[in-house]
């Protein structure tokens, strides 16, 4: 069982960038949840997506996008970066909507320049 | 609306001795707790959670955490600390009526450990 799988690992982008960072949940689990970690905190809820939706939305621009496949991998998007956007993005993945337990990836470390 | 609060941004203990970090809770529904360790650039692993069965809950690597509803508290302790507990610790809470993919974290807890 593979886990939890992210990529890139370790990104740098410019300012006013687009980046994608893309995830692969754990063999069995169809929801995915984007967690933004900047440095020093705890990780930030971004969204959530299942049945290729996005059901739930933390407090964030519209700026952070994302998207479901058929097969349950799922993109985050963010336009327009910002120094702020500096973190580490952690996926996590769960089944279903209900009472189950969430998986995290490594993560993918942004460094916005 | 639900918060966490981790008191205790840096916690240091020596090798053997008893390791205590604590967690308050706000929320308007009887929650879903948990507690995770991230070790250095890495992800969250979960060490237990909370889902409104025994108040007791016993987790991995010798971890284990009380519900205190009275207290709104669920603090994780670990007898006797060792070397490679070294980590940060972070609490999080879950509404009932939501997915446990959708967590509410405190700024967490970085633990040293002394030989």
């Known amino acids: 069982d593979a886990g939890v799988t992210q990529s890139p690992t370790h990104l740098i982008k410019t300012r006013g960038q687009q980046v994608t960072l893309r995830c692969s949940p754990k063999s069995g689990h169809d929801t995915v949840s984007w967690y933004q970690q900047a440095l020093g905190q705890g990780p930030q809820f971004i969204f959530q997506?299942?049945?290729?939706?996005?059901?739930q939305r933390g407090n964030f621009p519209d700026r952070f996008s994302g998207h479901q496949f058929p097969n349950y991998s799922s993109e985050l998007n963010v336009n327009a970066l910002l120094l702020g956007d500096s973190a580490l993005y952690l996926c996590?993945?769960?089944?279903?909507?209900?009472?189950?337990?969430?998986?995290f990836g490594q993560g993918t470390r942004l460094t916005v320049v | 609306a639900q918060s966490v609060t981790q008191l205790g941004s840096h916690v240091s203990v020596s090798e053997g001795a008893l390791v205590l970090l604590r967690c308050n809770y706000s929320?308007?529904?009887?929650?879903?707790l948990f507690w995770y360790v991230q070790y250095p650039n890495q992800g969250l692993q979960l060490l237990l959670k909370?889902?409104?069965?025994?108040?007791l809950v016993k987790g991995i690597n010798g971890f284990e955490a009380e519900f205190k509803k009275s207290e709104t508290s669920f603090h994780l302790t670990k007898p006797s600390a060792h070397m490679s507990d070294a980590a940060e610790y972070f609490c999080?809470?879950?509404?009932?009526?939501?997915?446990?993919?959708?967590?509410?974290f405190g700024a967490g807890t970085q633990v040293v450990v002394t030989p």
């Open positions: 996590a993945s769960s089944l279903g909507l209900q009472g189950t337990e969430a998986f």
């Open positions: 909370y889902t409104s069965a025994a108040t």
């Open positions: 997506y299942y049945e290729e939706e996005e059901r």
């Open positions: 929320s308007s529904v009887p929650p879903y």
């Open positions: 999080a809470v879950s509404p009932t009526t939501d997915s446990w993919g959708k967590l509410q």
